[in-house]
């Protein structure tokens, strides 16, 4: 991952592109260039940052304040607030972007009617998304304790086929970003 305009941040349903692969991709745009050809409710991403006075993704503010963070205790980091905190918002995208056969990312329960048979409490990265941004979580240990759901219930559902490895891989993937972004000691 790199950081600036070259990293892939937007998702489709096929993968991930960088903005300017993704503006290739659309075949009605004008000029090619992404900041303009980018529309949200009728406004380019160029006015729209501009109006937010400097709006920069998740990943360029993680990135950029990275090194201003003082190290603190894995206690400290779960007892910390979600509201505000962008490192919630930062694991669950680097999350979306580790599943890219959306092994954890919908709600299971729709595709497999077995599911609610062996999973009592089902959790996805769809439904983490929507309780960060209804703000839902009031620290970060109950987030990471939903994210670890989705592990847990990876691990029991799909415990002997790729979906279960993959959601090994993702484990050991959130608690490494997990401890550096919040310089855990």
Not at 41 to 55: D, R, S
Request: proline fraction near 3%; glycine fraction near 4%; charged fraction near 30%.
């Amino acid at each position: 991952m790199t950081s600036g305009s070259l990293s892939k941040s937007i998702r489709t349903e096929e993968r991930w592109f960088t903005p300017e692969e993704f503006v290739k991709q659309e075949l009605t745009l004008k000029d090619g260039h992404w900041r303009k050809d980018i529309l949200c409710h009728g406004k380019t991403l160029n006015y729209l940052v501009k109006v937010m006075c400097g709006w920069m993704c998740t990943f360029c503010v993680i990135k950029t304040n990275q090194e201003l963070r003082t190290p603190m205790s894995r206690e400290d980091a779960l007892n910390s607030p979600v509201l505000g905190n962008m490192h919630c918002e930062y694991l669950l995208l680097r999350l979306y972007m580790e599943d890219a056969r959306c092994v954890v990312t919908d709600d299971p329960t729709t595709n497999d009617e077995s599911y609610t048979s062996v999973i009592c409490k089902p959790m996805w990265l769809d439904k983490v998304k929507t309780k960060l941004q209804d703000n839902e979580y009031k620290t970060v240990s109950e987030f990471v304790h939903d994210i670890r759901l989705i592990f847990n219930i990876c691990h029991t559902f799909n415990r002997d086929n790729k979906s279960g490895r993959m959601g090994t891989i993702m484990e050991k993937m959130f608690e490494k970003e997990f401890n550096t972004i919040f310089k855990i000691q």
